[in-house]
């Protein structure tokens, strides 16, 4: 059972560019939606993270919008650079029991291309 | 990186032999969770822990096994390793940050079951 649904799997981006990652979820009792950073051979590193109460949040070049009638947030990367390159992760998590733990997407590999 | 440190960091091993792996952290936090990473499958939650004795399964738990004995360690077990468990592993804690479950992961470990 997929909770949370992620896409593209993966993407292709001209350095400048704009990437769009788009995630959404099922479960209603989620109320936290972080994005993770991956790098080859390390482990996922915190990105940004929003809460449904608002419908977007910027930080740098990364904005996360969130669309909680639709039960879909997205992850916009401006002014893309080679140094985005990886692969992300939305996930999200609720404060029940049931909800208490990370719930990730499948993942998008990025690759910014000079 | 939170303190989190994972070893082995990489271990090939035969199918049916038992493996341990095991995660270190340092700053005392109470949750701790064990992860698998699989191409087009995302982050999976094998087991977590809530505390010293403490753990529950997660979407992913058939064939593994884990224990927590001292807070700053929490070990995954798999009884009888499979082909099926070649993986790569990653250990995480959870802070409470922005008000929701952040978790910070350590480096990894890579399983290969031949």
């Known amino acids: 059972q997929q909770q949370v649904k992620q896409s593209p799997q993966s993407l292709i981006v001209q350095k400048g560019g704009i990437s769009i990652i788009n995630c959404a979820y099922e479960?209603?009792?989620?109320?936290?939606f972080p994005w993770y950073q991956q790098f080859p051979g390390k482990g996922p590193a915190l990105l940004i993270a929003i809460r449904p109460d608002v419908s977007e949040k910027k930080e740098g070049r990364f904005t996360i919008s969130f669309n909680k009638s639709a039960k879909q947030f997205s992850l916009h990367i401006m002014d893309s650079q080679p140094g985005d390159s990886a692969t992300y992760f939305c996930a999200a998590s609720g404060t029940s029991y049931n909800t208490d733990k990370l719930i990730f997407g499948t993942g998008t590999r990025l690759q910014v291309f000079p | 990186d939170a303190g989190i440190t994972q070893s082995p960091r990489h271990k090939v091993t035969e199918t049916g032999t038992p493996v341990t792996l095991r995660c270190h952290q340092t700053e005392n936090h109470r949750y701790m969770y064990w992860y698998r990473q699989d191409p087009g499958h995302g982050l999976r939650l094998i087991h977590y822990?809530?505390?010293?004795?403490?753990?529950d399964k997660g979407e992913v738990s058939d064939g593994y096994s884990v224990s927590r004995s001292k807070t700053e360690d929490f070990l995954l077990t798999l009884e009888s390793a499979t082909s099926s468990q070649t993986s790569v592993y990653f250990c995480?804690?959870?802070?409470?940050?922005?008000?929701?479950?952040?978790?910070?992961f350590g480096q990894g470990t890579r399983l290969t079951v031949v």
């Open positions: 479960n209603t009792a989620f109320d936290y």
């Open positions: 822990s809530y505390g010293v004795k403490d753990t």
């Open positions: 995480a804690i959870r802070r409470q940050a922005g008000g929701g479950t952040e978790a910070f």
